[in-house]
Structures are given as C-alpha cells and as structure tokens.
C-alpha cells in the first residue's frame, strides 16, 4: 500500500525565493527610454521627411543636379519706321560653377592658364561674381574658337567647367545713334549689391548709358534656364528641364535714322575741319526727338576695346554734346532778351533804335558785330539783323534779374527732362551765383553780355531746341522724348504696353502777339538782308536765328557757330538747333546744317554746293 509519504514529490523540499528579485522600477524606467528614443526617432523622421523633406529633396537634387542660367535677349530698339539700331547676337561664354572649383583645387590652375590670367586674378573675380555656390560665375566672354577648342579638349580635366551660347548687344546704327542708346557692360560691385534683390547676378550686363540705362527694366527681359545633371566629376550627363528665357520689351523711337543719316554727314564735314557740334530735331507739337547727333561718335560694337583710346582722344567723342554740354549761345539768346523787354514793357514791337556799331560802358567800347553799324532799325530787323546794339539797349532797360527770371522760364538752369541720363541744367548766372563762385558782384558788363547770350551763360543744344519749340507752339516748353512706343512680344503677338504722351513742363508766358512779333523777327533772319539768307529754302516758310557765340578752348580764341529755326511758320513741324564749336558765325557753318535736316524732312532736293557748310558770310551774326 502506498501512502501519501511515498507519493512523489509530497514531502520533498520547496523551491525557495531566488537570491536576486529583479528591480521592477529600473525595469520600467529602461522600457521608458528605449520608448522616448524611439519617439525621437520617429518625430526626428517625420520632421526631416515631412517639414524639411522638400528643402532636403532639393538640396540632394542640387548636389546631383546644376542650374544654369540662361541670359535673356535684351529687346530691340528701332528707329520711328521700325529698322532696327541695336539687336543681339549669340557668343560664348565660359563660366566655372564655385563648389566644383573648392572640391577641385587643381581646375583653378589649369583654368588660369587656358584663360591667360594668373591664379589670383581668376580667384579674385569669381569671388567678386559669385552669388552662391552653385551658381555658375562668366570667367570669359565672347571666346574665339581657339579658346572653346582648348577646354573642348580639356573638358575631362575641368569639372565644373561649362561653356554656353547667350546673346550679347550688337549695335546696326553704324555711329549714327552713339549718344542716344548708350552702352552696355558688367554689372560692377557696387551696382550688384544694390541690384542683387532684382536677380541680377555677377557678369550680367547692364545698361550704362542712354536709353539702355534709362530703360533697363523694359530691355533686359526675364531670364530662364537649363536644369543638367553631374556626375560626381561635376561634368555634365544630361539636361533635365529647361525654362527658355523671355526677351526684353521693344523700344520704337520718335528717330527717324534717315533725319539722323543727314544731320550726321553734315557734322562730320564741319568736324572733318576741325569742329566737333551737335544737332537736335524736335516735333512743337508733341516733344517727339526727330534728330539728336553728336559728333564725334565712336562705334559701340567696341567701346570696350577702344575705351582707352576714346578717353584720351582730344575730340572727346564720349561727350553727348546734345544735353550733356552748355556753351555761351550767341545771339540766339536775344530771343529771350525780345521777350523780356516785350514783357516788361521795356519795348513794344514799333520800338526803334540807332545802331553806331559800338556803345560805352565806363571806358569800355561793346562792338557790335557789324562793326559799321546798322544805322537806324525797328524791333523786326534787330532780330533779322541780329543787331548787338539794339539788344544791349534792351538789356539794360530790362535789368539782370528780368533777364534771368525770362531766361528760366525759357527753361535755362533746368533740366529738360529728356529720357536721357545726361541732361544738363544749363546756367543762368545772377549776382548771387557769381559771388558763390568767386566771380565778384555783378556788374553792368554782365548784363550786356547776358542779353546777347555771352558771358557766363550756358545752355545745351537741347535746350536750345526745346525754348525754339515753344515759340513755334505758342509758348508751351515740352518735355523732349526719344520712345515713341514699348512693345511686349512675350505673349508672341506685339503688345503696346506704353506710347508716348505730350508732357508739358511749362510755358513761356507770352502774348501771342509778342510771340507772334518774335517769329516775325526770326522770318526776316531767313529773308535777303537777314543773318540767314543765303540758307532760305524756296517754297518753305522758315523761322530762325543766328548766333556766334565767343569761347575760349585750349586757351585759344573760338566763335562757335549756333542757329536755332522751325518750319514751316504757318504750322510749325520741325524745330531745331545746331551748335558747331569753334564753327565761325552762325550763318557760317550752324545754319546750312539745318537746311539740309530741313530739306530731308520735308523731302526738298537742295543744291548743297550752293551753301557750304564752312562757307563764309562777311559780316552776320
């Protein structure tokens, strides 16, 4: 019988409690972290994947991937019947993409070399062009096939290294238009860091001069670009997209090349002696520059290879003569001295005087330029004549301060408001002015010499044409404007986004039969007897005045040659000055280049033999 003793494990021993009872707190603790960990991991996951992910996709693209921008076509400008003055044409240009450059430090070398620089000078100028790493920085431009062969051929040793077709600035108007569309060249350190938030870029080019400064944000469109993918070499695989480029807007001028062609070639024969000028051709009616020539003139195309020479050639062909020169005017100022003295009731049209050929002044003799004297005349024939006497006499009865109060409202001493960088305010000089500038007070020498535009007068040859043109309107100064329309051919059909607007920037404020008197003064200069005779077009009513204005250039003795006129006097078309340094009288050399812009403009054949330019007339103004 087995009892409950010989049961197995009934009266063994029990198992007792382990030595070590784990620490169920430190256990849970251990759990907690290993959690907190994998939150973090999953929050660090879910930030960089989801809050950063695009910005990290990006940058991975970027490391794989480079930009390279394409440069937009700058927009055309053409002439008022749409023949195009500046263009582009497509060149090479070799860029290096910084990053590769850091990774690379033996492309610096080989680069400088292919390129005939130094090590330091290639450093220096991508560092001053680089805007980011990866954005390619223009180490040279428009390279000749010699050079693309050579880093062709060593493109395997230049990663990083890339050569692309962009368009660069040519200029088709041959030396016609130089001051009027200006330049384009680098963008320099200075301007980059103001222009940086516009997305300009090292190397861009930029509007300098004329209507390309003025107008930069029409002409220099919006850029596009190419997406290419490296390998780790940094050479190219593959473009990936591309966004092409938009060229710049279109500018159509109010110029007609044809006008400028004529006022050109008779510059050229008045500086093929010796005497740079300028010209300018305005519309009364609307302000619209029909003409606007300076010469000398240089060809744009190689302004940047010439630039040495042009800066220390005697002639200064850099000069825009047109608005960015005063001179002393002559007796084209007496225009305004007329109506002064007509204002102020100084005069009245039926005024007379006697002309001996010389007045007084202290112990001073004032000779008039006919030096025997114009005997007795009335207010038309001084101004047809262009008697000296008749206008001191007018002069002094006016007094300094009218003169220059006129002289302002004729638009001296301001600027013209041309859509052109240079624009001189021209001088009207007062006892106030000349004190500032060390000239002493005022004497009554002075106003002699303000009256018949001497002295420390200055007025530009724009500004000329601009007070000729309110004559001719009726006594509104308008604002002179070279675009006559900004056409956008973005959409690929020609958009008008801007045209030309008659701006008024004041008025004269004449009588009209004052003014009417003046014009009939500046007929007769026209008429057999008057200063400008002999440059009369037949069938052509012309309005005009002479000027020889007294200069000293290089410490020698000058008269430049000036004349002012606008045609037809009935309803008045065309207004213009000329201006010839050094060119004589006015009836010399100024006036018979107008004639010819004259006869281009209303399409009369001249028999330029007859009056040439240079050609002496004894005894006119």
Same mark, same amino acid.
């Given at each position: 019988?087995?009892?409950?003793?010989?049961?197995?494990?009934?009266?063994?021993?029990?198992?007792?409690?382990?030595?070590?009872?784990?620490?169920?707190?430190?256990?849970?603790?251990?759990?907690?972290?290993?959690?907190?960990?994998?939150?973090?991991?999953?929050?660090?996951?879910?930030?960089?994947?989801?809050?950063?992910?695009?910005?990290?996709?990006?940058?991975?693209?970027?490391?794989?991937?480079?930009?390279?921008?394409?440069?937009?076509?700058?927009?055309?400008?053409?002439?008022?019947?749409?023949?195009?003055?500046?263009?582009?044409?497509?060149?090479?240009?070799?860029?290096?993409?910084?990053?590769?450059?850091?990774?690379?430090?033996?492309?610096?070398?080989?680069?400088?070399?292919?390129?005939?620089?130094?090590?330091?000078?290639?450093?220096?100028?991508?560092?001053?062009?680089?805007?980011?790493?990866?954005?390619?920085?223009?180490?040279?431009?428009?390279?000749?096939?010699?050079?693309?062969?050579?880093?062709?051929?060593?493109?395997?040793?230049?990663?990083?290294?890339?050569?692309?077709?962009?368009?660069?600035?040519?200029?088709?108007?041959?030396?016609?238009?130089?001051?009027?569309?200006?330049?384009?060249?680098?963008?320099?350190?200075?301007?980059? !860091?103001?222009?940086?938030?516009?997305?300009?870029?090292? $190397?861009?080019?930029?509007?300098? !001069?004329?209507?390309?400064?003025?107008?930069?944000?029409?002409?220099?469109?919006?850029?596009?670009?190419?997406?290419?993918?490296?390998?780790?070499?940094?050479?190219?695989?593959?473009?990936?997209?591309?966004?092409?480029?938009?060229?710049?807007?279109?500018?159509?001028?109010?110029?007609?090349?044809?006008?400028?062609?004529?006022?050109?070639?008779?510059?050229?024969?008045?500086?093929?002696?010796?005497?740079?000028?300028?010209?300018?051709?305005?519309?009364?009616?609307?302000?619209?520059?029909?003409?606007?020539?300076?010469?000398?003139?240089?060809?744009?195309?190689?302004?940047?290879?010439?630039?040495?020479?042009?800066?220390?050639?005697?002639?200064?062909?850099? +000069?825009?003569?047109?608005?960015?020169?005063?001179?002393?005017?002559?007796?084209?100022?007496?225009?305004?001295?007329?109506?002064?003295?007509?204002?102020?009731?100084? +005069?009245?049209?039926?005024?007379?005087?006697?002309?001996?050929?010389?007045?007084?002044?202290?112990?001073?003799?004032?000779?008039?330029?006919?030096?025997?004297?114009?005997?007795?005349?009335?207010?038309?024939?001084?101004?047809?004549?262009?008697?000296?006497?008749?206008?001191?006499?007018?002069?002094?009865?006016? $007094?300094?301060?009218?003169?220059?109060?006129?002289?302002?409202?004729?638009?001296?001493?301001?600027?013209?408001?041309?859509?052109?960088?240079?624009?001189?305010?021209?001088?009207?000089?007062?006892?106030?002015?000349?004190?500032?500038?060390?000239?002493?007070?005022?004497?009554?020498?002075?106003?002699?010499?303000?009256?018949?535009?001497?002295?420390?007068?200055?007025?530009?040859?724009?500004?000329?044409?601009?007070?000729?043109?309110?004559?001719?309107?009726?006594?509104?100064?308008?604002?002179?404007?070279?675009?006559?329309?900004?056409?956008?051919?973005?959409?690929?059909?020609?958009?008008?986004?801007?045209?030309?607007?008659?701006?008024?920037?004041?008025?004269?404020?004449?009588?009209?039969?004052?003014?009417?008197?003046?014009?009939?003064?500046?007929?007769?200069?026209?008429?057999?007897?008057?200063?400008?005779?002999?440059?009369?077009?037949?069938?052509?009513?012309?309005?005009?005045?002479?000027?020889?204005?007294?200069?000293? +250039?290089?410490?020698?003795?000058?008269?430049?040659?000036?004349?002012?006129?606008?045609?037809?006097? !009935?309803?008045?078309?065309?207004?213009?000055?000329?201006?010839?340094?050094?060119?004589?009288?006015?009836?010399?050399?100024?006036?018979?280049?107008?004639?010819?812009?004259?006869?281009?403009?209303?399409?009369?054949?001249?028999?330029?033999?007859?009056?040439?330019?240079?050609?002496?007339?004894?005894?006119?103004?």
């Amino acid at each position: 019988m087995i009892t409950d003793k010989d049961k197995p494990g009934l009266g063994s021993p029990t198992i007792g409690l382990p030595d070590h009872i784990p620490n169920l707190r430190r256990l849970k603790c251990f759990y907690a972290a290993i959690l907190v960990l994998l939150a973090v991991i999953i929050a660090r996951l879910w930030y960089l994947q989801i809050v950063k992910g695009p910005e990290l996709a990006g940058l991975a693209a970027t490391l794989r991937t480079r930009l390279i921008r394409r440069v937009p076509p700058r927009g055309e400008i053409r002439d008022a019947k749409g023949r195009v003055l500046a263009t582009n044409r497509s060149h090479f240009v070799v860029s290096v993409l910084p990053d590769e450059m850091k990774k690379n430090p033996q492309l610096l070398p080989r680069l400088a070399l292919l390129l005939h620089k130094t090590e330091d000078e290639l450093a220096d100028e991508i560092r001053l062009n680089k805007t980011t790493p990866f954005d390619p920085v223009p180490v040279a431009t428009d390279v000749d096939i010699k050079l693309l062969s050579e880093v062709e051929e060593q493109r395997l040793d230049l990663p990083g290294v890339l050569i692309t077709k962009d368009p660069i600035r040519y200029y088709t108007d041959n030396r016609l238009c130089t001051h009027v569309l200006g330049i384009v060249r680098p963008i320099n350190a200075e301007e980059l !860091e103001t222009l940086r938030k516009k997305g300009y870029r090292g $190397g861009d080019l930029i509007g300098k !001069e004329g209507l390309e400064y003025t107008y930069e944000a029409e002409l220099r469109g919006k850029e596009g670009g190419q997406r290419i993918e490296v390998d780790a070499r940094g050479r190219m695989r593959r473009v990936v997209e591309e966004v092409k480029p938009l060229p710049g807007r279109t500018l159509r001028l109010t110029l007609d090349r044809d006008l400028q062609q004529v006022a050109y070639d008779a510059l050229q024969e008045a500086f093929a002696k010796g005497h740079p000028g300028a010209a300018v051709a305005l519309d009364p009616r609307d302000g619209a520059v029909l003409a606007f020539v300076s010469v000398p003139s240089y060809d744009l195309n190689k302004y940047g290879t010439d630039y040495n020479k042009l800066l220390k050639d005697p002639s200064h062909p850099l +000069i825009n003569r047109v608005s960015g020169s005063k001179y002393p005017c002559g007796s084209t100022f007496k225009l305004i001295t007329a109506a002064a003295g007509l204002e102020t009731g100084a +005069i009245t049209p039926t005024s007379r005087d006697y002309c001996p050929g010389v007045i007084y002044l202290g112990n001073r003799a004032f000779h008039c330029d006919r030096r025997t004297g114009h005997g007795a005349l009335g207010f038309y024939d001084a101004i047809g004549e262009s008697c000296d006497v008749y206008f001191w006499h007018v002069g002094m009865r006016v $007094g300094a301060e009218n003169l220059a109060a006129w002289a302002r409202r004729f638009g001296v001493g301001s600027k013209t408001g041309i859509d052109l960088p240079v624009d001189t305010p021209g001088r009207v000089p007062t006892d106030r002015w000349k004190r500032k500038y060390g000239y002493g007070p005022w004497r009554p020498g002075d106003t002699l010499n303000m009256a018949i535009g001497q002295g420390f007068v200055g007025v530009s040859p724009l500004q000329l044409a601009v007070y000729t043109a309110a004559l001719a309107n009726g006594g509104t100064r308008l604002r002179p404007q070279l675009v006559r329309e900004i056409i956008d051919y973005s959409s690929g059909k020609p958009v008008v986004v801007h045209r030309l607007k008659r701006q008024v920037r004041g008025t004269l404020g004449l009588s009209k039969a004052y003014r009417d008197a003046i014009v009939e003064g500046m007929r007769r200069a026209l008429e057999p007897g008057g200063t400008a005779g002999r440059c009369a077009i037949p069938g052509l009513s012309i309005a005009g005045k002479t000027g020889t204005a007294e200069a000293v +250039i290089h410490g020698k003795d000058v008269s430049h040659s000036v004349f002012v006129c606008f045609a037809p006097v !009935e309803n008045p078309k065309i207004a213009i000055a000329v201006l010839v340094e050094g060119g004589g009288f006015g009836a010399d050399t100024a006036a018979p280049i107008a004639r010819r812009i004259l006869g281009r403009y209303f399409g009369i054949k001249l028999d330029n033999a007859a009056v040439p330019i240079g050609g002496h007339s004894p005894g006119v103004d």
